[in-house]
């Protein structure tokens, strides 16, 4: 979820990451650690390179050395709080088979989440804020996660036995996107409070399909 840093080492379709013998020891995960708070917390494009280098504690030949530029290491940013949303919904299902249980757990996720100081809404939504051109490749990996989660939601919401799970995946998508962005920007406990009644509208739903 999106408040942590859980940078972790991803492949992009475009970028071709170093063979792992070629690492310096840390330097290169402690980078992209640093690139996800940083971004996450001040916004991509207000943070520079020189200060990437400096509070990951590199010199600026390591840096380029691992990612070459900005824009490959912004690209691995997203990734990887895909891979970590994507481990995140699954560890969930695992947990908490049963279809409402699983709905209610995310939602929960959430809720706890817009709680978390230095909350600052959803990863996604603030890339795409930052990059207007649609056909970014940042653009692109966010339009590819948010397909994902949809498609998630809508299978979570078919074995609830919702007789419409596309159009109520997207409508708590649509919900969820308002608490993240109202849970930063207005009153996290009203925005909490409206996402949990949008949820229990959507289970309310499928149980009367039964």
Not at 47 to 59: K, N, P, Q, Y
Request: glycine letters at 8%; charged letters at 25%.
């Amino acid at each position: 979820m999106p408040v942590r840093s859980r940078a972790v080492t991803v492949v992009v379709n475009d970028v071709d990451l170093e063979p792992t013998a070629q690492r310096a020891p840390g330097a290169k995960q402690r980078i992209l650690e640093t690139a996800d708070r940083l971004f996450y917390g001040d916004g991509i494009r207000s943070v520079g390179i020189d200060r990437l280098i400096s509070e990951s504690s590199v010199t600026k030949a390591t840096f380029y050395k691992h990612y070459g530029s900005k824009d490959r290491l912004i690209l691995l940013y997203i990734e990887g709080r895909h891979t970590a949303e994507v481990a995140d919904l699954e560890a969930i299902l695992a947990a908490h088979p049963a279809p409402e249980a699983a709905l209610r757990a995310i939602v929960a996720a959430i809720v706890a989440d817009i709680a978390t100081p230095g909350f600052r809404g959803c990863a996604f939504l603030n890339a795409a804020t930052e990059f207007a051109d649609a056909r970014h490749p940042v653009r692109s990996v966010v339009l590819r996660h948010r397909e994902w989660y949809t498609g998630f939601l809508a299978d979570l919401l078919q074995d609830l036995g919702h007789r419409m799970p596309g159009d109520a995946a997207d409508e708590f998508m649509l919900a969820r996107d308002g608490a993240m962005t109202g849970g930063y920007a207005g009153d996290p406990i009203a925005a909490s409070a409206a996402l949990q009644r949008v949820t229990d509208a959507v289970i309310a739903t499928a149980q009367l399909a039964h």
